[in-house]
């Protein structure tokens, strides 16, 4: 299995909502990261995980809260979200954090609209 | 100030024409990547660069890898629409003990 798997692919959700973003893999990878991407611009890292322990918030507010339950597993977890993060919010993992020159493994993403 | 500068950023070309693509940096890498994202789907891993003056190639891609290891170029042999999609390098930063950091991107459209 060499997937990064999110779901939902796609959500709206109001302002006032909780909501939860999931991905998951199943290649060993020990590292996991969220990143934030607006349309034709780069990937914002928001979040890293090493083994199952958090180790980068890139100065998230606080309305954005990452969960790790176990080293396949990682969660987003939304609420009062604000319309300018409207955006796609990718998962991605990779072998190790440092030390790595291989590369990430992105999943395919969650549309999400906030309304 | 963005570690990894990309040029152009946008570029519009017709179906079998060449084109390159260049990713600038003051700083060492320890290795470069570069990922093709399609709208609405996640960036897929092209190639890992990891030696200085290091040359691959996928097809009609060619990578390159500076021999400072500060900077890369992707060559495209022969466009085609299927290449259409926003094209980021990616590097892992010797300095930070290899956190990776993106390029600013390049956004390509390939007219039939």
């Known amino acids: 299995d060499t997937e990064v798997t999110q779901t939902p692919k796609h959500l709206v959700m109001g302002m006032t909502n909780k909501k939860s973003l999931k991905c998951e893999q199943h290649?060993?990878?020990?590292?996991m990261y969220w990143y934030k991407q607006k349309a034709k611009k780069p990937p914002e890292l928001m979040f890293v995980?090493?083994?199952?322990?958090?180790?980068i918030n890139e100065s998230v507010p606080s309305r954005f809260s990452p969960e790790c339950p176990n080293s396949s597993l990682l969660n987003l977890h939304l609420h009062a979200l604000q319309p300018e993060d409207s955006a796609l919010y990718l998962c991605?993992?990779?072998?190790?954090?440092?030390?790595?020159?291989?590369?990430?493994?992105f999943g395919s993403g969650t549309r999400l609209t906030v309304v | 100030t963005q570690l990894l500068e990309q040029s152009p950023q946008f570029l519009s070309i017709q179906e079998g024409e060449n084109l390159t693509v260049y990713c600038n940096s003051s700083?060492?890498?320890?290795?470069l990547q570069w990922y093709r994202q399609e709208p609405g789907e996640g960036p897929v891993l092209l190639v890992t660069?990891?030696?200085?003056?290091e040359v691959k190639k996928l097809k009609r891609l060619t990578f390159q890898f500076g021999d400072a290891r500060k900077d890369s170029s992707l060559h495209i042999t022969a466009a085609q629409p299927g290449d259409t999609g926003l094209y980021l390098c990616?590097?892992?930063?010797?300095?930070?003990?290899?956190?990776?950091?993106f390029g600013t991107g390049t956004s390509l459209t390939v007219i039939p």
């Open positions: 990616a590097g892992a930063l010797e300095s930070t003990g290899n956190q990776f950091y």
């Open positions: 991605a993992s990779s072998q190790r954090r440092q030390g790595n020159p291989y590369g990430y493994t």
């Open positions: 660069v990891v030696t200085g003056g």
């Open positions: 700083s060492v890498f320890s290795s």
């Open positions: 290649m060993g990878h020990r590292a």
């Open positions: 995980y090493s083994y199952e322990k958090l180790s």
